[in-house]
């Protein structure tokens, strides 16, 4: 009578037990130099300043410079290109942390936009931004 001869299968554990023991030891060494995140919360009791309204320069289609400020309530007044650096820099003196915002017609070229951002920039004025309107 022939004996069949039955396999074992056996898994050899020790290497698995060496990777896991070098990944402890790895752990425990980097685990101080980590520092937890914190994220500051708002409290109940401290309340946010009301944003402030901006000042718009408005480009029309035709080349003309509107200027409208929201925080005096007051209207549109229309203002040369040439003269736009100075009239900026006059408002900036007095109110330098309202920001500015340009609002241009749709077919203004976009070079037009550029070059009053850029005059913004001479006249030091850090928080200008573009106004746009939603498609109804």
């Known amino acids: 009578m022939a004996r069949t001869r039955k396999q074992v299968a056996q898994i050899n554990v020790v290497p698995m037990i060496d990777v896991m023991l070098v990944l402890l030891v790895i752990f425990m060494v980097t685990a101080p130099f980590i520092n937890p995140a914190q994220v500051e919360l708002p409290s109940v009791g401290k309340t946010s300043q009301t944003p402030q309204k901006p000042l718009e320069i408005i480009i029309r289609e035709s080349g003309e410079y509107l200027l409208r400020d929201r925080a005096s309530g007051g209207g549109e007044r229309v203002v040369a290109k040439s003269a736009l650096p100075d009239e900026i820099a006059a408002f900036h003196r007095t109110q330098p942390d309202q920001p500015v915002v340009i609002a241009a017609d749709k077919k203004v070229r976009y070079e037009e936009v550029?070059?009053?951002?850029?005059?913004?920039?001479?006249a030091r004025i850090t928080r200008i931004g573009l106004l746009a309107r939603p498609a109804p």
């Open 114 to 122: 550029m070059h009053t951002m850029t005059l913004l920039q001479q």
